[in-house]
């Protein structure tokens, strides 16, 4: 078998690594290679301890212990991760994968593919060098996918905008600032060398996010003096568009942002990009009847389904109401006022409580909660 990755991000590089690592002729083609992607380059606990090489590598990256939540009604609260993240800059991260997949001996074409077409066999690749033939292709394109007959199909309401700034300063802490209005938020990532100062937001024009988070930026005293804006495209599928969405057919699977495949919530697309390239190499090497029916089975059965139900909370949790106030208020109030749901939170940061099952358990602990946060009122008083 001979296998075309059109793609080096995360997603690419992961499935090409288990590729080769397993013998078969692997090839990613990427204009690009390894490049500086603005937001994210967060892995959760989920993912490296899942993929421990991610802790293990000399990498330079930041160890993060510490997330401080703020919302419009809310003073802020630091809550203390048991579970650090862990930030690379998508540089550093997209060299350590490409270089695994370079070992385990797949070949790494620096070319863009202008297209990609059928033949009796498997595929033939048009790129800037030549043509290429395989037998099966993997799609690592991202949410920019070029190839339009392939990959999710993305309409306006199936993506959220990402921009910000790098900003020249130094930090240990992650800062969350949920805003009024918003189905997004603002972030401070720390990476080494700089901070990732962003907003994410869906249903809103680029043009206003960037306002709100310059208002942002003034108001914490952070310089956008010699700091570089950038801004990113990202899927956060509806509700309807996951049980259509095109993540595989014949001879092809789409991996990473390519499918669709980011948290509809949160925005985090690492662990689901790195996780559907396991996925992808697992349909291929496990010689099923029928490799895509196969992939499309374990998306959902390892975390499609989930994601799903996230996309069905994402507008009770920026846009809802609870006990009189903002859901997001009250997420920082609870935070701060209840170990019991300090203990939720530390759960959803560190990547292991799935969104369903969330409403039970917060349910579940919600009398006591309220006790905890009635008691520490008190103490406060």
Not at 86 to 97: A, E, P, W
Not at 339 to 356: E, N, S, V, W
Request: net charge positive; with cysteine.
């Amino acid at each position: 078998m001979k296998v075309a990755i059109l793609g080096g991000g995360p997603s690419g590089a992961f499935a090409a690594a288990r590729l080769a690592a397993a013998g078969v002729s692997t090839t990613v083609f990427d204009e690009k290679l390894a490049w500086e992607k603005p937001c994210g380059g967060g892995l959760t606990w989920k993912a490296y301890s899942q993929y421990p090489f991610l802790a293990e590598s000399a990498a330079p990256r930041k160890v993060v212990h510490e997330t401080v939540l703020a919302a419009p009604r809310s003073k802020p609260v630091t809550l203390r991760l048991d579970q650090p993240l862990l930030i690379y800059s998508r540089f550093d991260l997209n060299g350590l994968l490409l270089s695994r997949a370079e070992q385990a001996g797949a070949q790494i074409e620096k070319t863009r593919v202008l297209g990609i077409d059928r033949n009796p066999t498997g595929w033939t690749l048009r790129t800037k060098g030549g043509t290429f033939d395989a037998d099966r292709c993997i799609l690592a394109t991202g949410a920019r996918n070029p190839l339009r007959g392939y990959g999710t199909e993305l309409t306006p309401a199936d993506t959220m905008s990402a921009l910000g700034y790098y900003v020249p300063a130094d930090r240990e802490r992650i800062d969350i600032q949920f805003l009024p209005g918003l189905e997004g938020y603002i972030w401070v990532f720390p990476r080494c060398g700089h901070l990732s100062v962003g907003i994410c937001g869906k249903g809103e024009p680029a043009s206003l996010l960037r306002v709100r988070l310059e208002k942002y930026m003034d108001e914490q005293g952070i310089p956008r003096r010699d700091a570089t804006f950038y801004s990113h495209l990202l899927p956060a599928l509806d509700t309807p568009a996951w049980q259509r969405n095109r993540v595989a057919g014949d001879g092809w699977l789409a991996v990473g942002d390519a499918a669709g495949l980011v948290d509809p919530i949160t925005g985090e697309g690492l662990y689901y990009a790195m996780r559907s390239g396991d996925l992808a190499a697992d349909a291929l090497l496990g010689s099923p009847a029928d490799p895509a029916a196969e992939y499309r089975k374990n998306l959902r059965r390892d975390f499609v389904a989930d994601l799903e139900f996230g996309s069905r909370l994402a507008p009770r949790i920026f846009h809802g109401r609870f006990l009189l106030g903002a859901v997001t208020d009250r997420m920082v109030q609870f935070t701060r006022l209840s170990p019991k749901f300090r203990h939720i939170m530390q759960d959803l940061f560190a990547g292991t409580q799935p969104y369903i099952g969330l409403k039970r358990r917060l349910m579940r602990n919600l009398n006591g909660s309220l006790v905890e946060i009635v008691s520490n009122l008190g103490r406060a008083a």
